[in-house]
T-cell receptor, first 109, second 118 residues
């Protein structure tokens, strides 16, 4: 798995967009970027993944830089229920997911 | 999305007893499931990979004789913690792999089982 670096914590006002960065400068050409989140005392929830193109689904958007060395997860309108730890994982397949320390996102009123 | 369940959601047992945790994929078949463990204020650590019909593959440092894994069907994997001790108290989480877009796999996680060993 590629080594990823994320800020330990971020705050976001409810209703605003939450932009969560992730650096993965050593990611190889066939490794995807996966994003999961974990709300306190629950199992991780899959959010989105991508290889090199930007991706969007009902939960979020994933913006991957052209050189693939970093990416940003965007929650367009954060709510209090989006408060969680967000994990960025680089892996060739989802066979093995190596969870780092992630970013603790706190959404506030 | 794909749904994965775990049972029980929490369990308390006495030291020396064995505890079985079930992981089920409810709306899809999973040839591969995974078991993770998470201690308080730490991240998830992969314990083992469970393949239907074959022996599980354990990560380095995980005792296979203590953490017995059985994946007898395409929708069920079980983790048995044998002779549990207080240091085995943890949050155990399973995941199931499903083939997704662009032939990439995605893991979907269960809600977790909190084990407390007295």
């Amino acid at each position: 798995d590629a080594k990823t670096t994320q800020p330990p914590s971020m705050d976001c006002a409810e209703g605003r967009a939450a932009n969560l960065p992730c650096n993965h400068s050593t990611i190889s050409g066939n490794e995807y970027v996966y994003w999961y989140r974990q709300i306190h005392s629950q199992g991780p929830q899959y959010i989105i993944h991508g290889l090199k193109n930007n991706e969007t689904n009902e939960m979020a958007s994933l913006i991957i830089t052209e050189d693939r060395k970093s990416s940003t997860l965007i929650l367009p309108h954060a709510t209090l229920r989006d408060t969680a730890v967000y994990y960025c994982i680089g892996t060739g397949t989802a066979s093995k997911l190596t969870f780092g320390t992630g970013t603790r996102l706190q959404v506030t009123l | 999305g794909a749904v994965v369940s775990q049972h029980p959601s929490w369990v308390i047992c006495k030291s020396g007893t064995s505890v079985k945790i079930e992981c089920r994929s409810l709306d899809f078949q999973a040839t591969t499931m995974f078991w993770y463990r998470q201690f308080p204020k730490q991240s998830l650590m992969l314990m083992a990979t469970s393949n239907e019909g074959s022996k599980a593959t354990y990560e380095q440092g995980v005792e296979k004789d203590k953490f017995l894994i059985n994946h007898a069907s395409l929708t069920l994997s079980t983790l048995t913690v044998t002779s549990a001790h207080p240091e085995d108290s943890s949050f155990y989480i399973c995941s199931a792999r499903i083939m997704g877009r662009h032939s990439t796999d995605t893991q979907y996680f269960g809600p977790g089982t909190r084990l407390t060993v007295l």
